[in-house]
């Protein structure tokens, strides 16, 4: 049986991952994908948790983050519509009016 | 989980999301997206938590990764493609600091001592049953507001997103047209402005 903390350090890289991508990317889908790819990484540290402790919570706590994503997913992309219809463009570095 | 089974699917899943971040082409990053998704389900399958797998697999690939797909094929933003990359620095020291933050991470987690499952596991743990029997007792309240906070999100996915086409601003030029009248409401429709007016 594979331990549980190699679940756990696989779940260190793809949030590690995450972070890059917010950090690297100037797309602004792209960075959003990145955050999505964080809460992924959590969940798999939820559920390898969970199973080391013998608890179900954390599958349920999974299932309220998916929510959670699905309804984030919902509005932020809904703002990067509205965005690119007034300024043409999705590059975190061009919306810039609220840089002081 | 067998421990070759899971190196594989640790590999897969560490690739696609390396193919997440560093793929120039969005639609790209949503495809290899989905498949670091999908290999994450797996590997909760492979962990007993199978209905949190399913529900992975349905909900993320198969409902959010889709309204991803479906805003960039809307947006077309190809052109940004092809723009110079943005300053070097900063993401060098992104870069840096991300794997500085994994390192962490990792010496943290993997060095724990004595992380190993121990329990025996109930021959239910993980089925739709037990889940659904714990997210309506003891989790029922979370599970309202839940509702709640999709209505909302609903409601204000569709308030920011929509156009308003009825009422013409007479802030834009009116292209072409011949003598329609310029002012007049409707006209920048009528000569076929571009549709992208908004409230």
């Known amino acids: 049986m594979t331990p549980i903390s190699y679940f756990m350090a696989l779940s260190a890289i793809l949030f590690a991952i995450g972070v890059a991508g917010v950090m690297i990317r100037r797309n602004v889908i792209v960075m959003f994908l990145s955050i999505e790819l964080m809460l992924n990484?959590?969940?798999l540290a939820f559920v390898a948790l969970g199973r080391r402790m013998g608890s179900m919570d954390g599958q349920v706590i999974v299932f309220f983050v998916i929510t959670v994503a699905a309804a984030e997913a919902a509005v932020g992309l809904a703002l990067i519509v509205a965005v690119f219809r007034n300024?043409?463009?999705v590059n975190a570095d061009e919306l810039n009016l609220l840089r002081w | 989980m067998p421990p070759l089974v899971f190196a594989f699917l640790a590999a897969l899943a560490i690739i696609a999301s390396l193919g997440v971040i560093l793929q120039r082409n969005p639609v790209h990053c949503v495809l290899s997206f989905a498949l670091a998704l999908t290999d994450i389900g797996v590997l909760f399958m492979g962990l007993g938590a199978v209905t949190v797998g399913f529900l992975q697999i349905v909900v993320y690939v198969g409902a959010i990764?889709?309204?991803?797909l479906f805003v960039i094929w809307l947006l077309n933003t190809q052109a940004d493609a092809l723009k110079p990359r943005g300053n070097l620095g900063i993401k060098f020291a992104g870069a840096i600091g991300a794997a500085v933050l994994a390192a962490e991470l990792f010496v943290t987690f993997s060095s724990y001592p004595r992380m190993r499952e121990i329990r025996t596991m109930p021959p239910d743990f993980g089925s739709i049953a037990s889940v659904a029997r714990m997210l309506f007792s003891d989790y029922l309240v979370a599970f309202e507001v839940t509702s709640l906070l999709l209505l909302a999100s609903i409601v204000g996915a569709?308030?920011?997103?929509?156009?308003?086409t009825g009422a013409a601003s007479p802030a834009l030029p009116v292209t072409g047209g011949g003598d329609a009248p310029a002012g007049a409401p409707?006209?920048?429709?009528?000569?076929?402005?571009?549709?992208?007016?908004?409230a």
């Open chain 1, 41 to 43: 990484a959590v969940n």
């Open chain 1, 87 to 89: 300024r043409e463009t």
């Open chain 2, 65 to 68: 990764m889709v309204l991803f």
């Open chain 2, 158 to 164: 569709i308030a920011l997103a929509r156009t308003t």
């Open chain 2, 186 to 198: 409707g006209a920048s429709i009528a000569s076929g402005a571009p549709a992208r007016e908004s």
